[in-house]
């Protein structure tokens, strides 16, 4: 199908492009790397009364060391991602789970900020945001503000952003050493959503769990963390057995869809072996 048509912007700065945005009102859009709204505009589920391209704002897609944590600019893409050293040092939950985002042609185009924006439940990096306690940083002609992860993710495909903000850059805290990490996803074919997405991370202390993170992609209307899975591993020893425990509470205070691909049971039992996998693999 053919998109609807609607007015195009091309700004070259950040403050051009927030005051696009501004100036279009609320029924505008975002055009990133494309991969998620391309299809939508196509089929016309989405028809905006603007669009406004980002693809000239190279200055978002810097990956920077911040201290304590990194930044990553909202426009860096799925391959730059995952390939960054910074990245893999310091955030290897997001390089591990970004190599698993459909095939290459998608991470070539799609960007690290497009999917945390799209807010999908089924994508697999809003779930790792959740996991590692990132700060999304958004922009507007007001000024700029900061989103917990927790917070920024209200409903499916829907964010805290006013529509006249941008999301400019992924605030990261540093894991340090002794993370081990994993990413779990059962689809059924290659490159397909998540049925279920496991992101995690597992700190380990000798022969003990001294922390853990866990987050799950497609148990509700938005990603979930597992904290009662968290709290069930945290300060436990680092078995097989402990990790069924702790997971068989990873589906508790979700809301599991049912649709085309599984039922809320199937999504449930496939959350609790799923994150069983993935707290092993984490924890080495």
Request: glycine residues 8%; aromatic residues 4%; hydrophobic residues 50%.
């Amino acid at each position: 199908m053919i998109p609807a048509t609607f007015d195009y912007a091309r700004p070259a700065t950040v403050d051009d492009a927030v005051r696009a945005l501004s100036d279009a009102g609320e029924d505008a859009k975002v055009l990133a790397g494309g991969q998620s709204l391309m299809p939508l505009l196509r089929m016309r589920l989405a028809i905006p009364d603007a669009l406004v391209d980002l693809d000239r704002l190279d200055g978002l897609r810097e990956i920077r060391d911040a201290g304590d944590a990194i930044v990553i600019g909202a426009m860096a893409t799925h391959h730059q991602v995952m390939r960054d050293p910074l990245v893999r040092e310091h955030a290897p939950l997001i390089a591990v789970t970004t190599e698993t985002v459909a095939d290459p042609a998608v991470r070539h185009r799609g960007t690290f900020g497009g999917s945390l924006a799209h807010a999908d439940s089924a994508a697999d990096l809003p779930a790792v945001a959740l996991a590692l306690d990132a700060v999304l940083l958004v922009r507007s002609v007001r000024g700029e503000r900061e989103i917990p992860a927790a917070e920024f993710f209200v409903d499916w495909m829907t964010t805290a952003m006013e529509p006249d903000e941008l999301l400019v850059g992924v605030r990261v805290p540093k894991l340090g050493a002794g993370w081990g990490v994993h990413y779990e996803k059962f689809h059924r074919t290659a490159q397909a959503w998540a049925i279920v997405g496991v992101a995690c991370a597992v700190h380990r202390d000798g022969g003990g769990i001294a922390d853990a993170r866990v987050a799950l992609s497609s148990m509700g209307p938005v990603p979930v963390r597992a904290s009662a899975v968290e709290t069930a591993v945290r300060g436990g020893p680092a078995s097989e057995d402990a990790y069924r425990t702790a997971a068989a509470q990873a589906a508790a205070g979700t809301e599991p869809p049912t649709d085309l691909h599984g039922s809320s049971e199937y999504r449930a039992h496939l959350a609790t072996v799923l994150t069983a996998r993935a707290l092993a693999a984490a924890a080495g």
